[in-house]
């Protein structure tokens, strides 16, 4: 019998095994191939990457959640707005059937998190995904001069970023207590199944954790964003109100908007004068029709951190080394460089003005990432402490052997999901100036391959949005505008 159930485990591990590694080398090269065709600004085949990977439809239909929102935004960069709109309109049904999904599902994941590792499970959106999804589905929709839809986007961004915090606090809690129930039972299990193990799961938990933080320093200097809000999304949702705007409640909205926005930003000149503009309009004072013509710059600039792999030894108070391996791998935000410091717009040689930050997209993300990493440690070190039992037990009952391939099933499942929505920008830039009697604009920046030339629509207001991914990188734009 007990040869049997050694070789049924055998099997079993090493198809865990097979199933980890295959998985975690094909996402890997994917997601590599994919960052460096949309950081180099190949965003043709950044698309065509994501739209394979994803195995995205012409309908932008897909199971995969995270191609959809990388393939959704080159798909944006390439001027493709309506089938980039569709894809993000199948991220955000994928997002909604999370929310919904079935208990037997999660339970699932939850065995697999513990015994394997996350990167088997499905994508598991973060708040920020939500929100940049409807912003992106808002601006395509500007594009296209869809302003009816776009109204609608901008509505559930809103939305969602009032609803974020308690969302989170939801879904932080249901993690908390799934991991206390899987802890309780590793302990029960420890207690009463072998009554002499020199196993000690609390100290053990306990002792990791005070090692973990001691690797990660950077938590303590990273200020968040309060309650989750993206600055980004705030200052389009409140630009939109107010240049669209249809009534007193549109710019009451925008008012709103801008002046959290402004609470963030209080030395941007240019939310300074959009919140002062937005007030004087809601207030009567001012007309949409007598305002100056105006243009505004809104700079992507370089790209948002990628999630990398640390392994951190933790302390198993075991006695006659009855463990041969324990590390826990945990994720940390690699930050990527602005691709230029600022641009600068010029009428003819004319200095009008130079962009300044409007959002550090960084530190929304770290806003997220720092709520969220004591939930991370606690589940790393759960799953390690788990498979470091298993070996103890491997290596009690099938001597040498038996410790030695629970070791090799522990090294090769210790690995963190390195997955997230890399292609959104590290930081928004934002300028406003009067719109120039030549209708042309230069804009340059320091390193700029060549300076853009934009001739403006005839319109009162427009909107020029550039974006760059790295530096010397090749700067597209595209634009919109708006009559009073």
Known sequence: MRTKESKRSVFLLFTALSLAGCNAIQTKQQSSSFDQQFETGQFQAAADTALSAGDITPDGESNSLLWSLQGGTALSALGQYEFSNKVFDSAESMMKAEDTENVGRKG??????????NSLNRYSPTVYDGVMTNTYKAFNSMFLHDFQNARIEFNRAADRQRR???????KLAEKQKELAEKEAKAKHSETSTDKSSPFDYQRSSTQSESVVYKQYPELKEWQAYPDYVNPYTDYLHGLYFMLSSQDKSDLSKARTSMRRVAGMNPNNPAVKTDL????????????????NPAVWVIFENGLAPTIKETLIPIPLFLVNNKVDYAQIALPKLSHRAKAYPYLEIFDGKKSLGKTTQLADIDRVIQTEFKKEFPLKVTEAISSSLIKAYIQYKAK??????????AAVYQVATTHVDTRSWSSL???????RIRKPKSNTLNI???GFPAPLKIDLPDSRFTVIYVKATAPGSTPIYKLTSFDA
């Open 444 to 446: 340059n920046a320091p």
């Open 108 to 117: 699932l994941e939850i065995i697999t998190t513990a015994l394997v590792n």
């Open 396 to 405: 009690k009952e099938a001597g040498a052997v038996g410790g030695l391939l």
């Open 425 to 431: 920008p590290k930081e928004v830039q934002l300028a």
């Open 276 to 291: 002062k503009v937005a007030d004087k309009l809601r207030r009567g004072q001012w007309s949409k029709k007598r305002l």
């Open 164 to 170: 974020a915090e308690e969302e989170f606090k939801d």
